[in-house]
């Protein structure tokens, strides 16, 4: 069935990995759609699964927001963790979606988020973590401030158990997840044309009073500048996040 590409405006049929033929737009995956371009067959596991969000500054409206967003994503919260494998290697992943609430992190994705790190750490296997997020859900006051901290130094805690941390920032990654344990991975990876940065251009033009470059934020930009490893068309991400998985496990390679 064909869709509406935003970018150039065609209807296109964009295949399993969704993709605009015509321009190369990379549209949305759900978590299920994600799982299905690198886990084995049938080899995922969910875990805290029944965790969802509840009201802690008791704000007007947002459990209302919240049924909403699980109607509408069919989510339970903007993170999906678990186990599977790929080619055979155990690995723990967590996967954002924007889908619920613009993939913000309130209490639920912080501890989900760190949980997934904890149990990588536990299991001394690598943990894979896909980012998309507009940042903090300030719904949440302070609680969803106090995720950044938490889920930095459950990734501190990887490093510690000496287990690999790998990142891949997708459309959009900003905001508290960015400013957080979206740029602490070993290995950052991206896709091609992801928005990737803290504040919007506007804010940060308005800042310094200057005009900001073509495709600043773009995830081809941050590779120049050295802020994500490399750019990993989706593809080729089954076979990317296998080779890192061999040389970087204990006994395999950098984590020796």
Excluded at 122 to 150: C, H
Excluded at 176 to 201: C, K, Q, R
Aim: aromatic share 6%; glycine share 10%; hydrophobic share 40%.
């Amino acid at each position: 069935m064909d869709e509406l590409c935003p970018q150039c405006q065609k209807d296109v049929e964009v295949g399993p990995y969704r993709i605009c033929p015509s321009c190369n737009h990379y549209f949305p995956l759900s978590p299920q759609q994600r799982i299905a371009l690198f886990a084995d067959p049938d080899s995922f596991v969910e875990m805290a699964k029944e965790m969802k969000s509840m009201n802690p500054i008791s704000l007007a409206g947002y459990e209302d927001k919240l049924k909403e967003n699980e109607k509408k994503s069919s989510l339970s919260d903007a993170v999906t963790i678990g186990s599977c494998t790929i080619e055979q290697q155990p690995v723990i992943v967590g996967i954002m979606s924007f889908a619920f609430m613009g993939g913000s992190m309130g209490s639920v994705v912080g501890e989900k988020i760190t949980q997934a790190i904890i149990e990588g750490a536990l299991r001394g296997e690598p943990v894979i973590i896909f980012t998309a997020s507009g940042g903090a859900r300030m719904q949440e006051g302070i609680f969803s401030l106090m995720q950044m901290a938490k889920t930095a130094s459950a990734a501190a805690l990887l490093e510690d158990t000496r287990t690999p941390l790998f990142l891949v920032l997708t459309n959009p990654t900003t905001g508290g997840v960015t400013a957080s344990f979206a740029m602490l991975g070993d290995v950052i990876l991206a896709e091609p044309g992801a928005v990737i940065g803290f504040a919007g251009p506007r804010v940060i033009e308005g800042t310094i009073g200057q005009k900001l470059p073509d495709g600043f934020q773009r995830s081809e930009f941050q590779l120049k500048k050295g802020f994500v490893d490399a750019l990993v068309e989706r593809k080729n991400l089954r076979s990317t996040l296998s080779f890192l998985i061999k040389t970087h496990v204990k006994g395999g390679g950098a984590h020796a």
